[in-house]
C-alpha cells in the first residue's frame, strides 16, 4: 500500500484577502440534526478553549484540494490539532492541501436524507482523505444508521472499527483516543465523558447554570469589595 507523502501546512498570513468557498447545500432535515450538531460543537469547543491551535467547527466544506470540485463532502462536526484555525474559519471550509493534514476527528449525526452515506460512502472518503477517527451518532438508536453510536480510527490507511461498549442500563459508549474522552450514545442524546475527571463534560444548559452561578459568586465579590473600599475611604482621613 503507498501513503502521500506528509503535507507542509500553508497558514493564510491575511486571513481578509483569501476566497471563501461557498456554503456547502443543506440537508432537507437539517433542522433534526441541529440540535446534535450543536452540542457537540459546543461541548467540544468549550473543552478545548484554551488550545489555540485546536479547531472545533463543522458544515463547511472538506476537500483534499480547493481546485477538484468532485466530492466535496461537510462533516456535521470537526475537530483538528496543531492547525490556525481563524485561516480555516475564514476560508469557510477546510482544504486539506493548505492545511497541512486532515482533520483529526470528524462526526457525523444521522438523518433520514444523510444517514446511509454516512456509514458507506462517506466512510470511504474520510478514510482516503486521512482523518484519523470517523464517528457516528444516531439518536434513534440505529435507524437511520446501521448502529446508534460507531467509530473507526485509521490504521495503515484503513478504518478498524472502534470497541463499543453497551451497558445494561441503556448507555452506548466508545473511547476516543484521539479527543481522550468518551463518546455517550444516552437515551437518543450525545454526551462526552472524560475518563481523567470521571465526569462528563457540561452540556449547554449545564455549562448556563455554571456560567450563571459563576456570573452571581462574581458579583457578588464585586459589591463586597467596593464596600470595603467604602469603609476604608470613610475611616482614612
Known amino acids: ?4 507523502a506528509a503535507l ?11 476566497q471563501q468557498l461557498p456554503d456547502p447545500p443543506r440537508p432537507p432535515d437539517a433542522m433534526y440534526q441541529f440540535p446534535h450538531v450543536t452540542t457537540a460543537f459546543y461541548i467540544l469547543d468549550d473543552h478545548f478553549r484554551e488550545r489555540p491551535d485546536v479547531l ?9 484540494d480547493a481546485s477538484d470540485s468532485a466530492g466535496w463532502v461537510n462533516p456535521d462536526c470537526v475537530v483538528a490539532f496543531g492547525v490556525d484555525p481563524a485561516s480555516i474559519r ?12 486532515p482533520p483529526d476527528f ?14 458507506t460512502t462517506k466512510r ?14 444516531d439518536a434513534t438508536g440505529g435507524e437511520y444508521h446501521d448502529a446508534a453510536l460507531a467509530g473507526d480510527r485509521l490504521v495503515e490507511g484503513v478504518y478498524e472499527p472502534i470497541t463499543i461498549q453497551r451497558e445494561l442500563g441503556g448507555q452506548v459508549w466508545g473511547r476516543s483516543p484521539t479527543l481522550g474522552l468518551d463518546l455517550c ?13 470521571g465526569e462528563y463534560l457540561p452540556g449547554l444548559a449545564e455549562a448556563k447554570s455554571q456560567r450563571d452561578a459563576a456570573v452571581v459568586e462574581r458579583d457578588a ?11 476604608i475611604r470613610r475611616i482614612l482621613p
Not at 472545533?56 to 483534499?64: D, Q
Not at 470511504?124 to 451518532?137: H, K, L, S
Open 185 to 197: 450514545w444516552e437515551f437518543g442524546e450525545l454526551r462526552f465523558f472524560d475518563p481523567r475527571t
Open 56 to 64: 472545533v467547527s463543522g458544515e463547511g466544506y472538506l476537500r483534499r
Open 90 to 101: 475564514n476560508r469557510n471550509g477546510y482544504v486539506i492541501s493548505e492545511v497541512g493534514k
Open 124 to 137: 470511504d472518503i474520510y478514510a482516503q482523505y486521512g482523518v484519523v477517527e470517523y464517528w457516528r451518532f
Open 1 to 4: 500500500m503507498t501513503t502521500s
Open 221 to 231: 465579590a464585586l459589591v463586597e469589595a467596593r464596600r470595603l473600599r467604602e469603609r
Open 8 to 18: 507542509e501546512p500553508h497558514p493564510t498570513r491575511d486571513h481578509h484577502r483569501v
Open 106 to 119: 470528524v462526526l457525523e449525526v444521522a438523518s433520514a436524507s444523510t444517514g446511509r452515506a454516512d456509514y
